[in-house]
């Protein structure tokens, strides 16, 4: 057959292929109108083998294990990828010794911590006198008690905070300001006795508040953290709204709603699906916990805040000043003269990324 008159021998059309998720658009403003909405950056979840971006862990779980992988990653990642963290490993050795580390044990009941605690000890956590300087970051937990005709009023019943050691900083039942109608014992273990001699909710406030603000006054607080600490949880607009407290939202790290761990139509995930899932135990079996909840959502925390992207973000530092009028400082006609590495390299992401809460505290402390 004539060369000529092969259809296959004719100049494909050229692709313009985005370089964080691959991307590829048959015209470069497509390519530039894409890389506008997606905000791709070095803090999105990765392939460690093919670099390929995912919008959430879920979606590169999906990539390396899901129904329809990636035949080349997934045969690999079999072999050596922690299922837990998704990291990929040099062999199998290196993964064992891993994993024993990546998967944690179930924290220790709430009871037996409070059997083992004197009266005078958690009493001096009261007033937050026991808090290390070095603490940045408290878990909260409230369990909920039904109030209102039909019990759907939710009332907070009890409260835990710990820090990032794992220790009780605050314990207590709450007395409800409102009649309990249900006190849903079977999932809050909670019952009258309990809430009878519970703590008044103002005290409670008071509390939580000397604890978080840490003697910052709010306004500082409101700008650029100062002191107070940064409070994690798992949709806390629901536990700061029944303790009627009001907090900065920049000092919140809701496990609900912080993108990576959501679903790619930014759905949360329950806590007892991403402690499963990303530490490797089970929660709310039972009777809910606060002490175990605030444990697993500090880990989650954690695990994400100690991502090495500040390395990265150090690195790229001089991009970030040309970068932050975004995209639409740029001409249309400018950003199709870019490579897709460089309009990669003005991208920014969408949220902000825990790990640079550990970066900004270790440079604020230097």
């Given at each position: 057959?004539?060369?000529e008159?092969?259809?296959?021998?004719?100049?494909?059309?050229?692709?313009?292929?985005?370089?964080?998720?691959?991307?590829?658009?048959?015209r470069?403003d497509?390519?530039v109108?894409?890389?506008?909405i997606?905000?791709?950056?070095?803090?999105?979840?990765?392939?460690?083998?093919?670099?390929?971006h995912?919008?959430?862990?879920q979606s590169?779980?999906?990539?390396?294990?899901?129904k329809l992988p990636?035949?080349s990653?997934?045969k690999?990642f079999a072999d050596?990828g922690?299922?837990?963290?998704?990291?990929?490993?040099d062999?199998a050795?290196?993964l064992?010794?891993?994993?024993?580390?990546?998967?944690?044990s179930?924290?220790?009941?709430?009871?037996?911590?409070?059997v083992a605690?004197?009266?005078d000890?958690?009493?001096?956590y009261?007033?937050?006198k026991?808090?290390?300087?070095?603490?940045?970051?408290?878990?909260?937990?409230?369990e909920?008690?039904?109030?209102g005709?039909?019990?759907t009023?939710?009332l907070?019943?009890?409260?835990?905070?710990?820090d990032?050691?794992?220790?009780i900083?605050?314990?207590?039942y709450?007395?409800?300001?409102f009649?309990?109608?249900?006190?849903?014992?079977?999932?809050?273990?909670?019952?009258e006795?309990?809430?009878?001699d519970?703590m008044?909710?103002?005290q409670?406030?008071?509390?939580?508040?000397?604890?978080?603000y840490?003697?910052?006054?709010?306004?500082?607080?409101?700008?650029?953290?100062g002191k107070?600490?940064?409070?994690?949880?798992?949709?806390?607009?629901?536990?700061?709204?029944?303790?009627?407290?009001?907090?900065?939202p920049?000092?919140?790290?809701?496990?609900?709603?912080y993108r990576?761990l959501?679903k790619?139509?930014l759905?949360?995930?329950s806590?007892?699906?991403?402690?499963?899932?990303?530490?490797?135990?089970?929660?709310?079996?039972?009777?809910?916990?606060?002490?175990?909840?605030?444990?697993?959502?500090?880990?989650l925390?954690?695990?994400?805040?100690?991502?090495d992207?500040y390395?990265?973000?150090?690195?790229?530092?001089?991009?970030?000043?040309?970068?932050?009028?975004g995209?639409f400082?740029?001409?249309?006609?400018e950003?199709?003269?870019?490579?897709p590495?460089?309009?990669?390299?003005?991208?920014?992401?969408?949220?902000?990324?825990?790990?640079?809460?550990?970066?900004?505290?270790?440079?604020s402390?230097?």
């Open positions: 057959m004539d060369s008159s092969d259809p296959s021998s004719k100049t494909q059309p050229k692709r313009h292929r985005c370089s964080a998720c691959f991307k590829q658009f048959k470069k497509h390519l109108e894409h890389m506008k997606s905000y791709h950056s070095h803090h999105q979840p990765k392939c460690g083998l093919c670099r390929k995912c919008k959430c862990f590169l779980r999906e990539h390396l294990t899901g990636s035949s990653c997934s690999i050596r922690c299922d837990l963290c998704l990291n990929l490993f062999n050795d290196d064992s010794k891993h994993r024993e580390k990546c998967r944690f179930p924290p220790t009941p709430l009871a037996t911590k409070l605690s004197s009266p000890v958690l009493m001096g009261f007033g937050g026991g808090i290390g300087e070095g603490v940045k970051a408290i878990a909260i937990d409230c909920m008690v039904g109030g005709n039909d019990g009023t939710d907070c019943g009890q409260v835990c905070l710990v990032e050691d794992e220790n900083i605050f314990h207590t709450v007395q409800p300001q009649p309990v109608t249900d006190y849903r014992s079977e999932v809050t273990g909670l019952t006795e309990h809430l009878k519970g008044p909710l103002k409670v406030q008071e509390i939580i508040s000397d604890i978080l840490n003697g910052e006054s709010v306004g500082k607080a409101r700008s650029d953290g107070a600490r940064l409070l994690v949880g798992h949709s806390l607009d629901h536990d700061l709204d029944c303790l009627r407290i009001s907090y900065p920049n000092l919140l790290r809701d496990t609900a709603k990576p959501m790619t139509n759905v949360s995930y806590l007892k699906y991403l402690t499963h899932t990303y530490l490797g135990y089970e929660i709310q079996t039972g009777e809910h916990d606060p002490y175990e909840d605030c444990v697993s959502v500090m880990r925390y954690k695990r994400i805040r100690s991502l992207h390395q990265v973000e150090q690195q790229v530092k001089k991009m970030i000043q040309r970068r932050r009028d995209y400082s740029w001409k249309l006609n950003l199709e003269k870019m490579s590495d460089e309009l990669y390299q003005i991208s920014e992401s969408s949220y902000k990324c825990w790990c640079l809460d550990l970066g900004s505290s270790s440079s402390s230097s």
